[in-house]
């Protein structure tokens, strides 16, 4: 199961962070070099990505090298001061993170509003410089607030970034989570709350991280939300249920059928393993998520 504080803390931690830039690669570049140097014998349907933050006792130079030898494009979940280590392996941060104040303050409060959109405006140049083209926020918790009234100040804040997102170039991409395990009082917590946000705010360059394992807990029904919904999401993260470990079959989702669900939609993006290993031996469990997800 996941740990509320571990994924806090690895948030807290990138806020703030100076940007390390240098010139920056391409992702077709990147995924060449990557494919050149270490070859691949995976089908190329499903671009795979791992989240950082599940295997934090690994330094980050050696997940890289793993995550490169078994053909993967990205290791995300990551802000400035580590996009250059995972640059130098022939990789991209899919989904970066760096701005915003984590998981419990996000768009739905108000008195946040300022701070959060300057948080943001601060980091989509980064973003640009080193050719990354996502990042990642969060409704924020309820207190007390209903969701309706909580769309109406999610909304207000993010129209009034979407202007630098959009000359930037970069989408923002809130999370679905479930708010019944991990994250308690979660606003942004079922599909249909989101894909109204997206409406509400009327922009390509925001959209939804839907996050299968925690929609299976809140909603169930995913190949079919995927089929309906698939417009409004820009990034996908696995898991198994119940638990948050390995997505095998130890646990109730095909992930098989549910990738081959998202290639029928046409998806070219990305899907990020961010389940949190059980076994002691980490890097077999994430080989074996990618050969389970890697569908023909």
């Keep these: 199961m996941e740990s509320n504080s571990s994924r806090r803390s690895a948030i807290k931690n990138i806020l703030g962070s100076a940007a390390i830039l240098s010139a920056p690669m391409t992702l077709t570049e990147a995924f060449a070099a990557n494919e050149k140097v270490l070859g691949s014998d995976l089908n190329g349907k499903i671009?795979?990505?791992?989240?950082r933050w599940c295997y934090s006792k690994i330094p980050l130079d050696d997940l890289c090298k793993e995550a490169a030898a078994m053909g993967m494009k990205s290791v995300e979940l990551q802000g400035p001061e580590e996009w250059p280590t995972i640059k130098k392996y022939g990789l991209t941060c899919a989904l970066p993170w760096g701005a915003g104040l984590g998981i419990e303050k996000g768009f739905n409060d108000p008195a946040l509003h300022n701070e959060l959109i300057a948080s943001f405006e601060g980091i989509f140049p980064k973003l640009k410089a080193f050719g990354y083209d996502k990042v990642i926020c969060f409704s924020g918790n309820r207190k007390g607030m209903s969701d309706e009234q909580g769309l109406e100040n999610c909304a207000v804040a993010l129209k009034k970034l979407m202007p630098s997102a959009e000359k930037h170039g970069v989408t923002m991409v809130?999370?679905?989570?479930?708010?019944?395990?991990n994250h308690k009082?979660?606003?942004?917590?079922h599909t249909k709350w989101g894909v109204?946000?997206?409406?509400k705010v009327?922009?390509?360059?925001?959209?939804?991280?839907?996050?299968?394992?925690?929609?299976?807990?809140?909603?169930g029904d995913v190949i079919a939300t995927i089929k309906k919904y698939h417009p409004y999401f820009a990034h996908y993260h696995t898991g198994g249920v119940p638990?948050?470990?390995?997505?095998d079959d130890s646990q109730e989702l095909n992930y098989p059928a549910i990738m081959k669900a998202i290639v029928e939609t046409g998806y070219k993006g990305f899907v990020g393993q961010e389940f949190v290993p059980k076994r002691a031996d980490q890097i077999a469990s994430l080989k074996q998520s990618v050969k389970i997800c890697d569908v023909a």
Excluded: P, T, W
């Design 196 to 199: 109204d946000l997206c409406d």
């Design 243 to 247: 638990g948050r470990a390995e997505i």
């Design 174 to 181: 809130m999370e679905l989570l479930n708010s019944k395990v």
């Design 47 to 51: 671009n795979h990505s791992v989240a």
């Design 185 to 189: 009082d979660y606003m942004c917590d």
């Design 202 to 219: 009327g922009s390509d360059k925001f959209k939804l991280l839907y996050d299968i394992y925690h929609m299976q807990i809140m909603e």
